[in-house]
């Protein structure tokens, strides 16, 4: 295919040449198209019909709806639904209250100390994600490295648990996830006007009074970014709540790999798989309509 | 307060991951902190294990396949989406974009049963196609954004020159958006390098990726050999962080605001 497109490039390339320099080329733009968009069809788009299709078979392969009406009628799975919705609630909101005070601060102090902190956000930021999550499993455990500081600081006298439990989910979420968040709020605060900040001044507002109306409003399209990405992402998530969480905060991702791994159950474990992208583009959709989120990535 | 507060987050973001390095070198059986004393026995065990070896080898040449052949497609896409205009553009753009977007779980699922079908599940070309998927998003991204503050009057002028469209896209196109091409290939390796989710699912006993034998050993007990690649992982990541940023960490400090101008100009 590729070979194809170069010489097909080749061919026409040189009857222009020879012909008329500005004359057309039969090779349009649009072509370029072609070659992705047929590995995209063959290997994401056609599978992920597939496993549509498959969300409505029974057992025996017949049509049935049987899953969804399993999978809504049950208190087990919609606890699951409930988990995996409060997880990536939390998460987004404490990587809002951990993340906008230190993108302000990259957006106010000089150009080295903003460097600095910016890759102080990226090492975690490229670093492997099982390599984090191994890493809050060591310092997380009963006789993890959180415990015996609090413990030497005389806070606890007994360690807490902090692992294999919905704290330990939110942690290791939140250190994985806070760079997004950081990285969408800075670019937003950095554009904004400082001319605004100044005029608010010169008017007579005081510091917190411009801080809270001029800079945090301006602020807002990185926040619904920021906050969009983190709770998107959140609630797919399943490496992180496998490995930190237990087995009574299963998060939907997780029930997805336990129907098929243990239960070999493909029809139940694609009607959840297609229950999880809704709820995926029921959010980006909001986020583009209600919040007017126009580039998240 | 703010810089107190911004001191403690950066500490919980870092400290967290540099933490690796010393435990990488404890002489303990057991992972604790502090390491009791130094040894180097967790990186005799990571370069001695064949398995680990293997492992290793094997995602360091699915993420050079991956880039490769992502950085093409994805290019191709980005140059297609930017340069034309039809229906149903912005459809073919989600489509896209979907593995960026789409929990990784789902991909798995579709693409296991897919390619299990196939009898490519568990071999390398499985897990090269897998791991194209997961980064092509993130080359489309990069050299979109790219393409969009290209001004198309340079491939127009190359062209009324007499160039053609390949020796026009290879001397002015490239050049211009190559560090987006860049950045777009750290992605794409980064994507592939570190990519589980789906791999958990299409890793087979012959074929193992570094991460997924990572995963396994997670699942069983917490291995300390996985110390030792973690913290080599985690010093390069680092270097490559201060040394991209080496000229505005220990640059000159601009003074005023035309000094800025100069310095950036250089």
Same mark, same amino acid.
């Given at each position: 295919m590729l070979k194809d497109m170069e010489l097909a490039l080749q061919r &026409?390339?040189?009857? $222009?040449?020879? &012909?008329?320099?500005?004359k057309k080329s039969r090779l349009k733009p649009w072509m370029l198209i072609i070659p992705p968009a047929l590995f995209f069809l063959i290997f994401l788009i056609w599978p992920l019909l597939q496993i549509f299709a498959l969300s409505f078979t029974d057992a025996q392969g017949a049509f049935a709806a049987g899953s969804y009406v399993k999978f809504f009628g049950s208190d087990v799975y919609l606890k699951v639904i409930a988990t995996t919705f409060r997880v990536s609630l939390v998460v987004t909101l404490s990587c809002l209250i951990l993340g906008y005070p230190v993108a302000y601060a990259m957006t106010v102090c000089s150009k080295k100390i903003s460097c600095l902190l910016m890759i102080a956000v990226m090492i975690?930021?490229? $670093?492997?994600?099982?390599?984090? &999550?191994?890493?809050?499993?060591?310092l997380l455990q009963t006789d993890g490295v959180v415990n015996s500081i609090l413990k030497s600081l005389g806070l606890i006298h007994q360690p807490l648990a902090l692992l294999h439990n919905e704290v330990g989910i939110y942690i290791g979420m939140t250190h994985i996830l806070l760079p997004y968040m950081i990285l969408s709020l800075y670019p937003v605060m950095k554009g904004i006007d400082r001319n605004m900040i100044l005029a608010s001044r010169t008017l007579g507002a005081g510091k917190a009074h411009t801080f809270f109306r001029i800079f945090v409003p301006l602020s807002m399209p990185g926040v619904s970014c920021g906050a969009i990405i983190v709770f998107v992402s959140s609630i797919g998530y399943y490496i992180t709540p496998s490995l930190l969480g237990g087995t009574k905060n299963m998060m939907i991702s997780q029930e997805i790999q336990v129907q098929i791994n243990r239960l070999m159950n493909w029809p139940f474990a694609s009607a959840i798989s297609v229950i999880l992208l809704i709820f995926t583009y029921v959010i980006l959709f909001f986020s583009k309509k209600v919040m007017k989120v126009e580039k998240l990535w | 307060m703010l810089w =107190? %507060? /911004? +001191?403690?987050? #950066?500490? %919980?973001?870092? =400290?967290? !991951?540099?933490?690796?390095?010393?435990m990488s070198f404890s002489a303990s059986r057991y992972l604790q902190f502090p390491p009791p004393g130094f040894s180097t026995q967790w990186y005799q065990a990571f370069f001695s294990d064949p398995q680990w070896v293997g492992a290793l080898q094997v995602s360091i040449e699915l993420a050079v396949a991956a880039t490769v052949i992502s950085l093409i497609l994805g290019t191709f896409a980005a140059i297609g989406i930017s340069r034309s205009e039809f229906k149903g553009k912005s459809a073919v753009t989600e489509a896209f974009m979907m593995p960026m977007l789409v929990p990784g779980i789902i991909i798995g699922v579709a693409v296991y049963r897919f390619e299990a079908g196939l009898s490519l599940s568990g071999n390398f070309s499985g897990l090269l196609i897998a791991h194209i998927l997961m980064a092509v998003p993130f080359v489309i991204r990069t050299v979109l954004a790219s393409m969009a503050g290209l001004n198309p009057n340079y491939e127009l002028a190359s062209r009324s020159l007499g160039a053609n469209s390949l020796i026009t896209f290879l001397r002015v196109t490239v050049p211009i958006i190559k560090p987006a091409l860049f950045s777009g290939a750290m992605f794409a390796f980064a994507t592939s390098f570190d990519e589980i989710v789906v791999s958990q699912f299409i890793?087979? !006993?012959?074929? /193992? /990726? #570094?991460?997924?034998?990572?995963?396994d050993g997670l699942n069983q007990q917490l291995d300390p050999t996985? *110390?030792? +690649?973690?913290? +080599?992982?985690?010093? #390069?990541? /680092? =270097?490559?962080?201060? #040394?991209?940023?080496?000229? *505005? =960490? %220990?640059?000159?400090e601009p003074k005023n605001q035309i000094q800025e101008e100069l310095l950036e100009e250089e």
């Open positions: &026409t390339g040189l009857q $222009t040449a020879e &012909t008329n320099p500005v975690p930021f490229w $670093t492997s994600l099982l390599v984090r &999550t191994y890493a809050w499993m060591i | =107190l %507060f /911004t +001191i403690l987050v #950066l500490l %919980f973001l870092v =400290l967290p !991951v540099l933490i690796i390095i010393p890793c087979g !006993v012959n074929v /193992t /990726t #570094l991460p997924k034998k990572i995963w996985i *110390t030792a +690649i973690a913290a +080599i992982v985690i010093v #390069l990541i /680092t =270097l490559a962080m201060i #040394l991209s940023n080496a000229k *505005t =960490l %220990f640059g000159r």
